[in-house]
Nanobody, 124 residues
Framework: QVQLVESGGGLVQPGGSLRLSCTAS???????????MGWYRQAPGNERELVAD???????DYAESVMGRFTISRDNSRKTVSLRMNSLKPEDTAVYYCHARRNDELKSPNVGSWGQGTQVTVSS
């Protein structure tokens, strides 16, 4: 079982920025490099949706709704993945979850491991 520890999140005004971080603290480095790391979010009443993910060799994929505003990055040596969120909108309000799946697993919220989730609230 992969353990993912998240940090960041909080309350921010529209147009503001936040940074989320996630560390796979108990995973050995060679195993971490075999995982795609990502962030999902879930707002009340909505399904969990992919925000962005990143492979070992830094190939990224973004939801259309966050493209150009959010940036996912990965530090393989520190086994961390981060999500920089700029120009935040009220509709970005959700619980954000760190996610890890093996390279050979499908891109799906039904596989992989999850962090505990961190609340992001965008409100004036």
């Amino acid at each position: 079982q992969v353990q993912l520890v998240e940090s960041g999140g909080g309350l921010v005004q529209p147009g503001g920025s936040l940074r989320l971080s996630c560390t796979a603290s108990r995973m050995i480095l060679s195993v971490f490099n075999g995982y795609v790391m990502g962030w999902y979010r879930q707002a009340p009443g909505n399904e969990r949706e992919l925000v962005a993910d990143i492979t070992y060799n830094k190939i990224t994929d973004y939801a259309e709704s966050v493209m150009g505003r959010f940036t996912i990055s990965r530090d393989n040596s520190r086994k961390t993945v981060s999500l920089r969120m700029n120009s935040l909108k009220p509709e970005d309000t959700a619980v954000y979850y760190c996610h890890a799946r093996r390279n050979d697993e499908l891109k799906s919220p039904n596989v992989g491991s999850w962090g505990q989730g961190t609340q992001v609230t965008v409100s004036s």
